[in-house]
């Protein structure tokens, strides 16, 4: 089947769920620039990846079902040639005949015979982040992004993951020395109901610190970059405090950047207007997490939550200066999946074009909510680290809240060889759930 046959059926399977609009003309782009809907019908799908033979795969998250999948595109629409990965499922990628899958707490891959073979497990993916997308660097290893146990390294009540895993908490990458401060919370556990429970940083709920307490750094650390053989062998630390990298690239000059997410206004230490952040990513380097945000120290007022504490750092002594951002975007933007660009008749060359999932739902994010923020795909001049909008719906907000047929929530872009930019889009939400078969990929082109 052709591309457009493969597009009718996509349409055709629009028809059958009309829970989701689509209409290209409602996404607003640079002149010169076409949208068009590639495929339908997807149940959250978070990644695209093409393959050495130029296949297109999909990753399926697996948050509605339990079961992470990954799909290829066929002449017969998409097919799943394997599932069972544990939800959410980050990412996909090819290298060397194996599919690399993420999962939580998983490195999978998939050999050319279909079989699955576990290569990495125990990653401390337990609380609110997780281990993201694999790729691989010009020295043949495996790069990921290890996220983050809590929002700003205090486990507290907004951490429902607790109640199944008691003794989970942040990890740093290099041994740190506390401040000792401490956080008091209402116990919501069946062990600590009725009373008063205070809880420090980088260790479970329920225990306390003081000024001084020295906490060792591991390998697997939280919201850092790890680093591997392709076979698995041989984990280590590239860099930590990060909060949250959810997307990893090298670009044509063999440098190493990520979408790293910025903190929320909740928990027990809550930050408010924490930027997400672009970062170049250099080995040894400590970036901030959990005392500094967009290259800024979190005791500055404009970090403090409205009605609530400014916060103070947790850490006594900081590893180094972290560096600033290349580029950083508003809170709660959601940065998610980009690309490099490498077509001069697209756009400049080396300019970044990348997925922002976007935030409108303060029982998640905390504060206010913040409607014409994210659900868009943006451009960085990486001439300048300016963030210019690119593709955006034209009323600003995502189209479920103007019964519009533009984005959603766009969660990954990126480009083929001919340098046609896909951009996938998860779906809709009813509430805090992910409605099946409502997520969608976009085409963008751009005339010659």
Request: net charge neutral; charged share 20%; glycine share 12%.
């Given at each position: 089947?052709?591309?457009?046959g493969?597009?009718?059926q996509?349409?055709?399977?629009?028809?059958?769920n009309?829970?989701r609009?689509?209409?290209?003309?409602?996404?607003?782009?640079?002149?010169g620039?076409?949208?068009d809907?590639f495929?339908?019908?997807l149940?959250?799908?978070?990644n695209v990846t093409?393959?050495?033979?130029?296949e297109?795969?999909?990753a399926?998250s697996?948050i509605?079902?339990g079961?992470?999948?990954?799909?290829?595109?066929?002449?017969?629409?998409?097919?799943?040639?394997?599932d069972?990965?544990?939800?959410p499922?980050t990412?996909?990628t090819?290298?060397?005949?194996?599919i690399?899958?993420a999962?939580?707490?998983?490195?999978?891959i998939?050999?050319?015979?279909?079989?699955?073979?576990d290569?990495?497990?125990?990653l401390?993916?337990?609380?609110?982040?997780?281990?993201?997308?694999v790729?691989f660097?010009?020295?043949?290893?495996?790069?990921?992004?290890?996220?983050?146990a809590?929002?700003?390294?205090?486990?507290?009540?907004?951490n429902?993951?607790v109640?199944?895993h008691?003794?989970?908490?942040?990890y740093?990458?290099s041994?740190?020395?506390?401040?000792?401060?401490?956080?008091?919370?209402?116990?919501?556990l069946?062990?600590?109901?009725?009373r008063?429970v205070?809880?420090?940083?980088?260790?479970?709920?329920g225990?306390?610190?003081?000024?001084?307490?020295m906490?060792?750094?591991?390998?697997?650390?939280?919201?850092?970059?790890?680093?591997?053989?392709?076979?698995?062998?041989?984990l280590e630390?590239?860099?930590?405090g990060?909060?949250?990298?959810?997307?990893?690239?090298?670009?044509?000059f063999n440098?190493?950047f990520?979408a790293?997410?910025?903190?929320d206004?909740?928990?027990?230490?809550?930050?408010?207007?924490s930027?997400?952040?672009?970062q170049?990513?250099?080995?040894?380097?400590?970036?901030?997490?959990?005392?500094?945000t967009g290259?800024?120290p979190?005791?500055?007022?404009?970090?403090q939550p409205?009605g609530k504490?400014?916060?103070?750092?947790?850490?006594?002594?900081?590893?180094?200066?972290?560096?600033?951002?290349?580029?950083?975007?508003?809170?709660?933007?959601?940065t998610?999946?980009?690309?490099?660009?490498?077509?001069?008749?697209f756009?400049p060359i080396?300019?970044v074009?990348?997925a922002?999932?976007?935030?409108?739902?303060?029982?998640?994010?905390?504060g206010k909510?913040?409607p014409?923020?994210?659900?868009?795909v943006?451009?960085?001049?990486?001439q300048?680290?300016q963030?210019h909008g690119?593709?955006?719906?034209?009323?600003g907000?995502p189209?479920?809240?103007?019964?519009?047929?533009?984005?959603?929530?766009p969660i990954?872009?990126?480009?083929?060889a001919?340098?046609?930019?896909?951009?996938?889009?998860f779906?809709?939400?009813?509430?805090a759930?992910a409605v099946?078969?409502?997520?969608?990929i976009?085409?963008?082109?751009?005339?010659s």
């Amino acid at each position: 089947m052709s591309e457009q046959g493969f597009q009718n059926q996509a349409h055709s399977n629009q028809h059958k769920n009309p829970q989701r609009k689509l209409e290209p003309k409602d996404i607003l782009l640079p002149p010169g620039y076409t949208i068009d809907v590639f495929a339908t019908g997807l149940t959250t799908p978070i990644n695209v990846t093409f393959t050495s033979k130029g296949e297109m795969l999909v990753a399926d998250s697996g948050i509605t079902d339990g079961n992470g999948k990954v799909l290829k595109l066929t002449e017969h629409g998409f097919i799943t040639i394997a599932d069972g990965f544990h939800p959410p499922l980050t990412g996909i990628t090819e290298y060397q005949g194996n599919i690399y899958v993420a999962h939580r707490r998983y490195v999978t891959i998939i050999q050319p015979d279909g079989s699955k073979k576990d290569i990495i497990e125990g990653l401390p993916s337990n609380g609110d982040h997780h281990n993201n997308r694999v790729i691989f660097g010009p020295d043949g290893k495996m790069y990921f992004g290890q996220g983050t146990a809590t929002n700003s390294g205090v486990v507290g009540k907004d951490n429902d993951w607790v109640k199944e895993h008691p003794f989970f908490h942040d990890y740093p990458g290099s041994r740190i020395t506390l401040s000792g401060q401490n956080f008091q919370t209402s116990g919501f556990l069946k062990s600590f109901q009725n009373r008063t429970v205070t809880t420090g940083a980088y260790v479970p709920f329920g225990v306390e610190t003081y000024s001084g307490k020295m906490v060792d750094g591991i390998n697997r650390a939280s919201g850092s970059i790890l680093r591997a053989n392709p076979d698995g062998s041989e984990l280590e630390l590239v860099a930590w405090g990060l909060r949250n990298p959810f997307r990893l690239r090298f670009d044509r000059f063999n440098r190493l950047f990520t979408a790293n997410h910025g903190m929320d206004v909740r928990g027990s230490r809550p930050v408010a207007n924490s930027p997400d952040e672009f970062q170049w990513i250099r080995p040894g380097l400590w970036y901030g997490f959990p005392d500094f945000t967009g290259g800024l120290p979190v005791t500055l007022p404009q970090f403090q939550p409205e009605g609530k504490p400014q916060p103070s750092f947790l850490l006594r002594e900081h590893p180094m200066q972290p560096p600033h951002p290349v580029a950083n975007f508003p809170a709660h933007s959601a940065t998610m999946g980009f690309s490099f660009n490498d077509n001069p008749s697209f756009a400049p060359i080396g300019d970044v074009f990348i997925a922002e999932f976007g935030a409108n739902a303060p029982g998640t994010t905390g504060g206010k909510p913040l409607p014409r923020v994210g659900h868009r795909v943006s451009r960085i001049d990486m001439q300048t680290g300016q963030v210019h909008g690119f593709a955006l719906n034209r009323s600003g907000l995502p189209a479920s809240e103007t019964n519009g047929g533009g984005f959603e929530r766009p969660i990954d872009a990126v480009f083929d060889a001919n340098g046609t930019l896909y951009v996938v889009d998860f779906g809709l939400f009813s509430g805090a759930a992910a409605v099946p078969r409502t997520g969608v990929i976009w085409k963008v082109t751009r005339a010659s």
